[in-house]
């Protein structure tokens, strides 16, 4: 499995946003252990975006996205997905798991 990609059950998608599903909804990827970069005007802790539905049922990465990480220890690494309202996403119930693949890459000073 090539680093960074993401595999996932059906997304729900509100009927108010996108009720003919014409238009892929966006889904933005944070986590707590990246530095907080800056997005506009703020700085979050945003991992990457990605947009449902796809073609394909799924999104891949074919290069790794590489954020400095904000601390050496990591215990716990927390993964949110909030649709462009700031709605968590939603999945169906389902036997197809959601994958997320990490990958570190140690920098050298």
Do not use: C
Not at 14 to 37: L, M, Q
């Amino acid at each position: 499995m090539t680093p960074a990609n993401y595999h996932s059950s059906k997304i729900i998608v509100s009927v108010k946003d996108n009720s003919d599903f014409s238009t892929p909804e966006p889904g933005f990827v944070y986590t707590d252990i990246i530095k907080p970069n800056l997005v506009g005007d703020s700085y979050i802790r945003l991992l990457t975006t990605l947009f449902f539905p796809s073609n394909t049922g799924y999104n891949r990465f074919n290069y790794p996205l590489y954020r400095p990480i904000e601390q050496s220890f990591i215990e716990f690494i927390t993964f949110r997905l909030d649709r462009k309202t700031g709605e968590d996403v939603r999945f169906e119930d389902s036997d197809i798991p959601s994958i997320v693949t990490r990958h570190f890459n140690k920098e050298v000073l």
